[in-house]
């Protein structure tokens, strides 16, 4: 059966979409309603409408859209609404979902099941305290200190402006209710509360911003999103095969397949008959939740893919995200699939990030990254591109920072992601206006795209972007966006798009500080624009990321580059990023320095686990596997030789053999030492730091001969299926 699959926005209802597939059958094609499927299992604007009396629903709306509390009188005829929805649909149990700082989701589930009357009859009840706070003990999530074992209550609280949804898995429908995740003392332990904090910000200074510029009707601005993210897949039945798949999520050990990505013939190619049932699985799964899975595709490497939703609101599209992780690994696993969602599963080629895109927009409808037919005309444009180069600019090392993770080590300056240096792509065009207005002051000229020419009379000529693309630019101006291209595939998006929000909110205060107490405003802020972008030129780069050039150039303009997560954490707790999040009641230092240390600890266990799994594939599986080969190849030349033939290949063979088996031996002999001396560490930088100096250099020197030897050897005696197997049999 083919599907060929629609979404698109609607442009009389904002915030809505059209989503339908056209189901290719028996000759005639039928074309089937997806519009009914999309959200059908979402708690929608639209299901609080019909459901709930006017005056609740409209304080529901305004709550949603201008903050505020329900009271609890509303939220128990909210919360009935929604139990008797979800309970039509089948569900039994709700759950508060939140985002602890482990950066998946986490979930507790409860029955609607209430104490049964005397005759034994028992209701299913759900009531608005229930709906608006739950207290799941924290004592095991990651708190960085800020609470001590014993002081176990946590708080998690309904967000509201993020739409609950029924999640249907083997447990059985669920209602999750999205919400933030709080200590006993009010400290944010997730990634929700302070990007709802920075949204917050953003939106109070970019409204200063508007109104400067006449557009006084404008109340609120809110960051969208769209996460375009990548993934791998592979056969399940061989991924178990692999220790370290299971227990480290990406390949430890591995010789790279006689063929590898450079044909260039897997992106954009034909999607296998056996993933396209994946995808098409997966997006009647995203639709059903309305997460508007838009755009699929064949990636880079052999074994990669791509999903992208559309844009929308930043704290929806964090929640969707995680939902889009969520569904592609369960969806995997229903079609004998394993999803790796790891920044690098495989030596050599490339891995897998997730392409933040980001725009800032009015609710009168204004996206303030909107450059307009004549950007050099458009002030206000000009001001927010500057205040942009300001943040970034000033805040490279935290923009850095928020994209980091264990598995975007692997990635960042690898050649093939973007550098770890940060920079500003903004295309020709835009490159020029600013150069004008930094050398003169004034930006008169305007380079057009021109036309395309095809050569072809029955091809249409036609007018070009102004801009090429490119490609290895980590913050890109893409049209009216800005891509933010280091994020790793399997990190949330929360902690990019809250730091992102937060560096240009205080940009913006800045200059509105500035421009509201001017007295000619034209001139002011005429002046500021020149001022910012002069002072930020050197953030601006549009060249070739990858080259080794561009390190040295960025290293003359003072450019920070920070090569790994653990050198990127510090950035978190200087004294400007301190000021900043504290200015805009995003983190409070204390959180700051909580994150920190739960970073440090994150980092020192995935080391500390990937290095155990190669100690142990290397004791139990290779090791043996080798000497089984050896004896073998032992035997064969006493025979030959015994014959009175030639042995000497496999003598040869034997001892290259046996040289690599004694320098695995000792590696990984050595690797457990070190990894012995930093797991008896105290925990904390110093430690994370060891693992990274030493216990991830360990673990390269026990590959590279292990790996060497999987070439040599009899494929028979290798203990666990090979790239060539995992990458192209799928
Ligand atoms: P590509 O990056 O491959 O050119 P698109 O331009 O279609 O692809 O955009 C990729 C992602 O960017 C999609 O998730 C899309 O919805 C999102 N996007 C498009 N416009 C905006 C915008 N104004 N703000 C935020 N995200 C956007
Ligand atoms: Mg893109």
Same mark, same amino acid.
């Given at each position: 059966?083919?599907?060929?699959?629609?979404?698109?926005?609607?442009? %009389?209802?904002?915030?809505?979409?059209?989503?339908?597939?056209?189901?290719?059958?028996?000759?005639?094609?039928?074309?089937?309603?997806?519009?009914?499927?999309?959200?059908?299992?979402?708690?929608?604007?639209?299901?609080?409408?019909?459901?709930?009396?006017?005056?609740?629903?409209?304080?529901?709306?305004?709550?949603?859209?201008?903050?505020?509390?329900?009271?609890? %009188?509303?939220?128990?005829?909210?919360?009935?609404?929604?139990?008797?929805?979800?309970?039509?649909?089948?569900?039994?149990?709700? *759950?508060?979902?939140?985002?602890?700082?482990?950066?998946?989701?986490? #979930?507790?589930? &409860?029955?609607?099941?209430?104490?049964?009357?005397?005759?034994?009859?028992?209701?299913?009840?759900?009531?608005?305290?229930?709906?608006?706070?739950?207290?799941?003990?924290?004592?095991?999530?990651?708190?960085?200190?800020?609470?001590?074992?014993?002081?176990?209550?946590?708080?998690?609280?309904?967000?509201?402006?993020s739409p609950a949804f029924i999640k249907e898995t083997a447990t059985g429908p *669920?209602?999750? !209710?999205?919400? @933030?995740?709080?200590?006993?003392?009010?400290?944010?332990l997730d990634k929700k509360t302070p990007l709802l904090r920075s949204m917050e910000a953003l939106s109070r200074q970019a409204v200063r911003i508007v109104h400067l510029f006449g557009n006084t009707e404008a109340k609120k601005v809110t960051p969208s999103v769209g996460a375009e993210q990548e993934y791998f897949l592979v056969d399940q039945k061989k991924a178990l095969q692999r220790e370290d798949i299971i227990f480290a999520g990406r390949t430890l050990f591995g010789a790279p397949a006689p063929k590898g990505q450079e044909m260039d013939d897997h992106y954009f190619g034909v999607i296998r008959e056996r993933i396209g049932a994946f995808m098409h699985d997966v997006n009647i799964e995203l639709w059903k939740l309305g997460v508007t899975s838009k755009t699929q595709h064949n990636e880079a490497a052999p074994a990669q893919h791509e999903l992208a939703p559309i844009y929308e609101s930043a704290n929806v599209a964090v929640d969707h995200n995680q939902l889009v992780m969520e569904t592609l690994k369960r969806v995997a696993g229903k079609h004998g699939l394993r999803c790796m969602l790891h920044e690098k599963p495989f030596a050599g080629i490339n891995g897998s990030g997730k392409h933040n895109n980001w725009s800032i927009t009015t609710d009168n409808g204004v996206n303030l990254l909107e450059p307009g037919q004549t950007p050099n005309e458009n002030i206000q444009f000009l001001l927010v591109l500057a205040?942009?180069?300001?943040?970034?600019?000033?805040?490279?090392?935290?923009?850095?920072?928020?994209?980091?993770?264990?598995?975007?080590?692997?990635?960042?300056?690898?050649?093939?992601?973007?550098?770890?240096?940060?920079? !500003?792509?903004?295309? %020709?065009?835009?490159?020029? =206006? +600013? #150069?004008?207005?930094?050398?003169?002051?004034?930006?008169?000229?305007?380079? #057009?795209?021109?036309?395309?020419?095809?050569?072809?009379?029955?091809?249409?000529?036609? +007018?070009?972007?102004?801009? &090429?693309?490119?490609?290895?630019?980590?913050?890109?101006?893409?049209?009216?966006?800005?891509?933010?291209?280091?994020?790793?595939? #399997?990190?949330?998006?929360?902690?990019?798009?809250?730091?992102?929000?937060?560096? =240009?909110?205080?940009?913006?205060?800045?200059?509105?500080?500035?421009?509201?107490? /001017?007295?000619?405003?034209?001139? /002011?802020?005429?002046?500021?624009?020149?001022?910012?972008? *002069?002072?930020?030129?050197?953030?601006?780069?549009?060249?070739?990321?990858?080259?080794?050039?561009?390190?040295?150039? @960025?290293?003359?303009?003072?450019?920070?580059? !920070?090569?790994?997560?653990?050198?990127?954490?510090?950035?978190?707790?200087?004294?400007?990023?301190?000021?900043?999040? %504290?200015?805009?009641? !995003?983190? *409070?230092?204390?959180?700051?320095?909580?994150?920190?240390?739960?970073?440090?600890?994150?980092?020192?266990?995935t080391i500390n686990i990937e290095a155990l799994t190669m100690v142990d594939m290397a004791n139990k599986q290779i090791i043996p596997s080798v000497i089984s080969f050896a004896g073998k190849l032992a035997d064969t030349a006493a025979s030959i030789q015994a014959m009175g033939a030639d042995a000497s290949v496999t003598a040869e063979l034997l001892k290259t053999v046996t040289e690599k088996l004694t320098e695995t031996k000792k590696a990984a002999e050595h690797l457990l030492k070190v990894e012995k001396t930093a797991s008896d560490m105290e925990r904390g930088k110093e430690q994370a730091f060891y693992y990274h100096d030493n216990v991830v250099t360990a673990m390269n020197a026990l590959r590279k001969p292990a790996d060497e030897l999987e070439k040599i050897v009899d494929k028979k005696y290798w203990p666990f299926p090979t790239y060539a197997d995992l990458l192209f049999e799928v």
């Open positions: 059966m083919i599907y060929s699959v629609c979404v698109r926005k609607n442009r %009389e209802l904002p915030g809505f979409v059209y989503v339908y597939t056209i189901k290719g059958g028996k000759g005639m094609s039928e074309v089937l309603k997806v519009e009914e499927l999309f959200g059908s299992k979402v708690f929608t604007r639209a299901t609080m409408k019909e459901r709930l009396p006017k005056n609740v629903f409209k304080e529901v709306i305004k709550v949603m859209e201008e903050g505020g509390e329900l009271t609890l %009188e509303t939220a128990d005829v909210v919360a009935k609404a929604m139990k008797a929805w979800a309970v039509e649909n089948g569900a039994t149990h709700y *759950t508060h979902w939140f985002q602890p700082l482990t950066g998946i989701t986490a #979930e507790k589930h &409860d029955s609607f099941v209430t104490h049964p009357d005397e005759d034994g009859k028992m209701l299913m009840e759900f009531s608005g305290k229930e709906l608006i706070k739950g207290e799941p003990d924290a004592s095991s999530f990651p708190s960085g200190g800020l609470r001590a074992t014993f002081e176990a209550r946590g708080y998690t609280t309904w967000d509201i402006t *669920t209602l999750c !209710i999205p919400t @933030a995740f709080c200590s006993y003392k009010g400290e944010a205040c942009i180069m300001k943040a970034v600019d000033t805040h490279a090392d935290l923009l850095r920072q928020s994209a980091s993770n264990v598995g975007n080590d692997h990635r960042l300056g690898g050649y093939e992601a973007p550098p770890a240096i940060i920079s !500003i792509f903004l295309g %020709e065009q835009l490159e020029d =206006v +600013v #150069e004008q207005l930094v050398e003169t002051g004034k930006a008169d000229n305007l380079k #057009e795209g021109g036309v395309l020419r095809t050569g072809v009379s029955t091809l249409p000529d036609f +007018v070009k972007d102004a801009t &090429d693309r490119n490609r290895t630019s980590p913050f890109a101006f893409t049209g009216n966006k800005f891509e933010f291209r280091m994020v790793g595939s #399997e990190d949330s998006i929360g902690s990019p798009n809250t730091t992102l929000n937060a560096i =240009v909110a205080e940009a913006f205060c800045e200059a509105a500080d500035r421009l509201e107490k /001017a007295e000619n405003f034209e001139l /002011a802020v005429h002046d500021l624009i020149k001022e910012y972008m *002069t002072k930020h030129q050197r953030i601006i780069f549009n060249g070739n990321g990858y080259a080794k050039e561009w390190e040295e150039e @960025a290293a003359r303009r003072g450019l920070p580059n !920070i090569p790994s997560m653990v050198e990127a954490v510090d950035a978190l707790t200087t004294e400007k990023s301190i000021r900043l999040f %504290e200015k805009f009641g !995003i983190f *409070t230092e204390a959180e700051l320095r909580s994150r920190a240390e739960i970073l440090y600890e994150t980092y020192a266990k």
